[in-house]
């Protein structure tokens, strides 16, 4: 999947109600974890061999229902 044009191969989904609430993380299609700040995010990008991770980056990481300082509802 992340070989399609335009597709980002981290995407980062709307707020979910928690306590925190978090933002679901996808990597290349799969779901790899849930996030309750930046960090965690890259975090889990390095966890499957991304390691120069910019956040900005609309062709590296798409933001959904906020962006990348949107944590809570």
Do not use: N
């Not at 044009?5 to 790899?32: C, K, N, S, Y």
């Not at 309750?36 to 991304?50: L, P, Q």
């Not at 062709?59 to 809570?72: E, I, S, T």
């Amino acid at each position: 999947m992340s070989d399609a044009p335009g597709v980002a191969p981290i995407v980062v989904l709307p707020i979910q109600p928690g306590d925190p609430p978090f933002r679901v993380v996808e990597i290349e299609g799969r779901t790899v974890g849930i996030a309750h700040d930046m960090v965690d995010v890259i975090s889990m990008a390095h966890e499957s061999g991304r390691h120069d991770v910019d956040l900005d980056d609309p062709a590296l990481v798409r933001w959904v229902g906020g962006g990348k300082y949107r944590w809570r509802l």
